[in-house]
């Protein structure tokens, strides 16, 4: 495109005011800009000591949790929903016959890797009974690989730590009905 | 002799902790400005105590000393090790005439607080060998055999070249008006007519302030090692110890211009009401003076910091366009006024000093405002590239 193309138009930028032409009163306006960000309250967050907002800790998805039942036991049936859903092939169940007659099957062995799981939530979707759930814990930390397979106890152990904080759908759905009959 | 050593030990030992804690404060003001809070984890080492991240300036040297000192195989070995040598020695020899506060009563008389006291042409020292600090730039660009690093030396030469002349300007003005070379004398005067040299000559200020900062080589006219078009400039080759000895160079070289302008124009250690002005003091006095006169610096240095972050980095058209174009004619105005000044009334200073305040302020506002009706400073920095008028823009519409 030559600069007498007609498809360009020229047009004029702005002329500038007094104040631009003396160049230092707007040296001025900017320094004044700069020391108001100087003594401006400041955005950044004190990591540690300070922990980010998470927003709603219900549908925030963190590291795992198994849910237990009213007596305590693992709630899970070892239906493998949850290992099929998995598109990261994280999840792997040992199912066993269960000891308890309300049940078919139970997990003899259930271990997440947490460092492959990419917490997309699907198994929480997939699972029929509710028992696995993502908690609203975001800062996973290990010192090697090994500490990063979770297995049943360290599920369950999630579940103690959490379940006042975040109480499962189950129990959300038991308050809500106590609530209606009230 | 003893006092000269306990001098130069004093003010290296302060001058290298000092220089250490500016690059702290480089870094916390510049958090501040982006609304950040800035190193603020490092404190007393192997304890919990934070102290505001003040123990920041101890890792930072750790770091430097124990980085791995990597030679590169081309370059030139001799000069290379030599580049910033030179930079460093010569930032800290121009302290050697910078008073650093005015005197101390030791043994009955006023001992000076100058390591080399007495110096007559003080100034013409402070500009001979902070000038050498060029050759240091210009080395380490040649030594290194490598295009950034020279783009970045060629560049740095033809910048303070252009910047020394307003520096020299400015400085006249005031040596015009004092009648001496020596720094101490030039506060003295100050001191005693009361009336900081600022408030005679503004322009003068101006245009050695301006200039100042270039020499030092700080945001907006770092040129000479600018990130994003030269890699890191003329120290790209360098690491560890030879490239903190550049670091400290240049943080050093802020910190002459600053401490020059404070002695030039800021009145030095005197404070209305607070230092007096006399020869004769007890040590209260003493430090008190040399408190106004450090904290003075450091309020410079402060602006230094606050002007880094309001400009964006100038073209190098812009850059000799605003050394040759306007910060020369300026300083010669002023440079001609304070010559007629002192023709016609020479004791103007001593007998009416805020008339001739007044009279040089109103001259000031007098240029700048001719300045801006004649020829606008901003637009001589937009693209010429119109097919009529150059100052036209162009604005691409689809075809009808």
Known sequence: MKPDDPAIRWVKPPELGLTGRMYLPLVLQGVTTTVRHLFSPKVTQEYPEVEPPIGNPLIYRGVHRLNRDEQGRVKCVACFLCATACPAHCIDIVAAESPWPDRDKYPESFVIDELRCIYCGMCEEACPVDAIELTSLYNLTG???????????????????????????????QQAAEDQQK | MTALLVKSVILLGGLLTAVAYLVLLERKVAAWIQDRRGPNRVGIPFTKIRLFGL???IADGLKFLFKEEYTPGHVDRAMYTLAPLVIFTAALATFAVIPFGHVVPVGGKAEPLVVAPGVDVGILYVFAVSSIAVYGVILGGWASDNKYSFLGAMRSSAQLIAYEIPLGLGILGVVLLTGTLRLDGMIELQAQSGVWLLLVQPVGFLVFAVAACAEAARLPFDLLECEQELVGGYHTEYTGMKMAMYALGEFL????????????????WHFWGLTGTGTEVGWGTALLRVAVFWAKVM??????????????RFRFDQLMNLAWKVMVPLGLVNLV??????EFWPRALTEHPWATAGAMWALA??????????????????ARRGPDEFSMRRVETPAA
């Open chain 1, 143 to 173: 010192r090697s690989r090994e500490e990063m397979f979770f297995d049943k106890e360290k599920l369950l152990s999630v579940y103690d730590q959490t379940k006042d904080r975040e109480p499962s759908a189950m129990e959300r759905q």
């Open chain 2, 55 to 57: 123990g920041q300036p």
């Open chain 2, 299 to 312: 309020l410079v240095v402060l602006g230094f910091m606050i002007i880094r972050w309001s400009w964006p």
């Open chain 2, 253 to 268: 070289h802020m910190l002459t211009a600053s401490v020059l302008i404070v002695v030039l124009y800021l009145g030095g």
């Open chain 2, 365 to 382: 506002l007098g240029t700048v405002g001719l300045w801006a009706a004649l020829s606008p400073v901003g637009s001589q920095s937009q």
């Open chain 2, 337 to 342: 006024a304070t010559a007629v000044l002192m």
